[in-house]
């Protein structure tokens, strides 16, 4: 049982495609998403969240498989930890292709998640493209563990905010993050 409805995914889908930003679940905290290949929704959520362009986001895809059209090159090593990970992973890569520059770090790699979470894998899915995740905060403020400690002015900020998983209250924390360059170098970062 899938515990989303069809209107809702339909909603936050639409809004992404006209360009817009959603607030919405993922397999860790609540995330502020747009379309990742969009330079103007992106800045959106610069803009949002109050943080600098400097400071990369990541984002979510649905699956090992999508990795390969939105990456130049995908290290045998970022598979194998995919593989193994029991709790969700970022991982940065070298090689992004097709999304937003301004969704990169300065020096052009870019962390993706393949989400393990329901409604989030199925928004990639269906939107054809990586999905902006970011964690539903002004930036430098401590991210709002549940749907209902979140701010006003993020709540207020976007185009559409997901009705599922609203009064979940299981305690979820950030990913790690693991940078797995193309001569497959691992870097531990959270």
């Not at 993922?26 to 290949?37: E, K, R």
């Not at 989030?120 to 400690?149: H, K, W, Y």
């Amino acid at each position: 049982m899938k515990g989303y409805t069809d209107d809702d995914l339909r909603e936050a889908l639409d809004t992404l495609r006209k360009g817009g930003v959603i607030l919405y679940p993922t397999d860790t905290v609540w995330g502020i998403g747009a379309d990742a290949t969009n330079p103007e929704a992106v800045a959106r959520i610069y803009e949002l969240k109050q943080r600098a362009d400097s400071k990369s986001m990541l984002a979510l895809v649905d699956s090992v498989d999508s990795l390969y059209r939105w990456l130049e090159n995908v290290p045998e090593t970022a598979l194998q930890l995919i593989d193994v990970a029991v709790e969700p992973l970022t991982i940065i890569y070298d090689s992004p292709r097709g999304v937003a520059r301004n969704l990169l770090a300065e020096d052009g790699s870019l962390g993706i998640r393949v989400t393990g979470e329901d409604f989030s894998r199925e928004l990639c899915r269906r939107l054809r493209r990586p999905l902006v995740s970011t964690s539903a905060n002004i930036s430098g403020r401590p991210a709002a563990p549940f749907f209902a400690q979140i701010e006003r002015e993020i709540l207020e900020g976007v185009d559409y905010v997901v009705k599922y998983r609203r009064d979940d209250n299981t305690p979820r924390r950030p990913s790690g993050i693991i940078k797995v360059t193309d001569r497959e170098v691992i870097s531990i970062i959270r």
